[in-house]
């Protein structure tokens, strides 16, 4: 379960909308890794940095946690949802 660095662009617009659909679900990060079964919310914090995205198994299980397509996370909604 090693994230991969992302490219800069792509890896802001999945934090932001990771960020989000976290705070609007009322999840802290380290809630978040729980659900996941991550346990260490310094992997949610890297993520919504935009530092690294995760994995496929951790995209999916973000996805389902969070009631989420994974599409959503990449698409430029961030600041329509955040308003």
Do not use: C
Request: hydrophobic content about 45%; cysteine-free; glycine content about 8%.
């Amino acid at each position: 379960m090693t994230a991969r660095k992302a490219s800069n662009g792509l890896a802001a617009t999945f934090g932001a909308n990771l960020r989000t659909a976290r705070l609007s679900a009322g999840m802290t990060q380290r809630e978040l890794a729980i659900a996941i079964g991550r346990g260490d919310a310094m992997s949610v914090s890297r993520w919504e940095r935009g530092e690294h995205r995760p994995d496929v198994e951790n995209m999916e299980a973000l996805a389902r946690v969070l009631k989420r397509d994974v599409a959503w996370f990449y698409s430029g909604h961030e600041m329509r949802d955040a308003a």
